[in-house]
T-cell receptor
Framework: GNSVTQMEGPVTLSEEAFLTINCTYT??????LFWYVQYPGEGLQLLLKATKADDKGSNKGFEATYRKETTSFHLEKGSVQVSDSAVYFCALSSASKIIFGSGTRLSIRP | DTEVTQTPKHLVMGMTNKKSLKCEQHMGHRAMYWYKQKAKKPPELMFV???????INESVPSRFSPECPNSSLLNLHLHALQPEDSALYLC?????????????FGDGTRLSIL
């Protein structure tokens, strides 16, 4: 079946550090891939998406590239801010369902 | 501010109570979803409505009863819940049920069962 695996957290970084959160997936066919972010006390917000191989999604300085050959969709940001502290979910969409990874909690120190 | 509005934000109820969660969107979306999220876990899909018809029920116990009165509203009726049903209940919507459409989430209803 379809599944998403993302790196275990928590991840703690200093402000302005480089961020990578790894995400790999298993899926039949050609799913769409997403990164969602959840700030404390809130619902999930779409951060970025990619719908086909080699697509790069980007938003608010975050980027992720849909790599079919490595079945990966790693999230990167060149310089994190304290306000980026949140839980990040990698997800794929298939057959009208979204399948989420387990989530990675990110904490940024000032 | 989210474009999907959920009420109430918090709900405490006893195991014999009947209550309803409400969700509203005015983006013209034709697919709507209910999710359950436990602490430090990802959301788990419960129900999917497509064009106001129930299209997916993820084997949810009958004490949860969804309803879609029109294309903008989605309700979740609760009756005889158990303590393990305490969780954050999230509503989401998308333009339609196609896989490349992202889902837009509300901020959820935090439900506590006494």
């Amino acid at each position: 079946g379809n599944s998403v695996t993302q790196m275990e957290g928590p991840v703690t970084l200093s402000e302005e550090a480089f961020l990578t959160i790894n995400c790999t997936y298993t899926a039949t066919g050609y799913p769409s891939l997403f990164w969602y972010v959840q700030y404390p006390g809130e619902g999930l917000q779409l951060l970025l998406k990619a719908t086909k191989a080699d697509d790069k999604g980007s938003n608010k300085g975050f980027e992720a590239t849909y790599r079919k050959e490595t079945t990966s969709f790693h999230l990167e940001k060149g310089s994190v801010q304290v306000s980026d502290s949140a839980v990040y979910f990698c997800a794929l969409s298939s057959a009208s369902k979204i399948i989420f990874g387990s989530g990675t909690r990110l904490s940024i120190r000032p | 501010d989210t474009e999907v509005t959920q009420t109430p934000k918090h709900l405490v109820m006893g195991m014999t109570n009947k209550k309803s969660l409400k969700c509203e969107q005015h983006m013209g979306h034709r697919a709507m979803y209910w999710y359950k999220q436990k602490a430090k876990k990802p959301p788990e899909l419960m129900f999917v409505y497509s064009y106001e018809k129930l299209s997916i029920n993820e084997s949810v116990p009958s004490r949860f009863s969804p309803e879609c009165p029109n294309s903008s509203l989605l309700n979740l009726h609760l009756h005889a819940l158990q303590p393990e049903d305490s969780a954050l209940y999230l509503c989401a919507s998308s333009q339609d049920h196609r896989d490349n459409q992202p889902q837009h989430f509300g901020d959820g209803t935090r439900l506590s069962i006494l």
